[in-house]
């Protein structure tokens, strides 16, 4: 039991770092995608002016963080994920802007979501392909902090991410059908490709893109996927409806978000997807168990 603990102690301090540098790179992406747009509009520019201390120059990869506020680079202790935004009470230590509550969101979910990852994980880790599949999916988990950062923040997911999301989450894919293939297996993949992503495109054409944008239809391709069942691919659409409406009607209701809004709804969807992926099994045992 102590074991576990400490597993999991690891596994969430890990996850958080995953979820900080998602946040991070989120803003980096939208600060190189600006400066690529020839024709920005004024919130635009705006927004590009205060992003630019983000990318002069520098390696997405291997440049230091910068408070957007003051353009003061932040040291090591002022990013440590969750710890260091309750100690400065979500706000810069020199010009005490807010850092913002989405950043933090993403760290908290990180370390949630990959301890949550590790121990419902229903595979097992005795054959190279089960770790491979499990390595990858850890590797779409953290593309999936970025697209919420993203996607939260300005309505977006990018093909950037979307694109080698979808890449990892066939070689997923691959890992479950090179170690046991039946076309069973493989017509509930497609099943699952057609849910998730099959009805998001036919909202998408009879809209005209008003209800749902195109990059769900893409997201709903790389979940599809990873969830690999039709029937865990209703789960996650019933999950990700869910968890979106309650979110979203308290909203509506303080007229905090108007009806026409542009509503993100790729969080849910990832959302919805993971609860399929991992416990999609047994929440369709418990229900069959009660239905006779």
């Known amino acids: 039991m102590v074991v576990e603990y400490i597993i999991g102690l690891w596994l969430f301090i890990i996850g958080a770092s995953l979820g900080s540098y998602a946040a991070a790179s989120a803003w980096r992406l939208r600060s190189n995608y600006l400066r690529k747009e020839?024709?920005?509009?004024?919130?635009?520019?705006?927004?590009?002016?205060?992003?630019?201390?983000?990318?002069?120059?520098?390696?997405?990869?291997?440049?230091?963080?910068?408070?957007?506020?003051?353009?003061?680079?932040?040291?090591?202790?002022?990013?440590?994920?969750?710890?260091?935004?309750?100690?400065?009470?979500?706000?810069?230590?020199?010009?005490?802007?807010?850092?913002?509550?989405?950043?933090?969101?993403?760290?908290?979910?990180?370390?949630?979501?990959?301890?949550?990852?590790?121990?419902?994980w229903p595979y097992g880790f005795e054959s190279v392909e089960h770790v491979l599949a499990f390595g990858s999916l850890v590797v779409c988990f953290t593309l999936f902090l970025v697209l919420y950062t993203y996607d939260l923040r300005w309505k977006i997911l990018p093909n950037k991410i979307v694109f080698p999301l979808i890449g990892i989450s066939v070689f997923y894919a691959l890992c479950f059908l090179t170690k046991d293939f039946s076309w069973m297996r493989l017509i509930n993949l497609a099943g699952s490709v057609g849910v998730l992503a099959g009805i998001y495109f036919l909202l998408y054409l009879m809209s005209k893109g008003k209800w749902v944008g195109f990059g769900d239809v893409k997201l709903g391709i790389a979940l599809g996927f990873l969830v690999a069942d039709w029937q865990n691919a209703i789960l996650a659409l019933f999950f990700a409806n869910m968890t979106g409406l309650i979110v979203i009607m308290p909203l509506l209701l303080i007229n905090n978000v108007k009806r026409k809004s542009k509503i993100p709804f790729g969080p849910f969807l990832i959302f919805g997807s993971l609860i399929a992926l991992l416990v999609g099994s047994l929440i369709w045992k418990f229900l069959l168990m009660n239905m006779y």
């Open 38 to 120: 020839k024709d920005l509009d004024k919130d635009e520019q705006s927004e590009l002016k205060v992003l630019e201390s983000l990318t002069k120059g520098k390696n997405i990869l291997k440049d230091r963080s910068v408070c957007l506020g003051c353009e003061k680079i932040l040291n090591w202790y002022e990013l440590i994920p969750i710890v260091s935004f309750l100690v400065q009470r979500g706000k810069c230590r020199k010009c005490k802007k807010d850092i913002g509550l989405i950043d933090f969101s993403a760290e908290v979910f990180g370390g949630l979501g990959l301890m949550l990852i590790f121990f419902l």
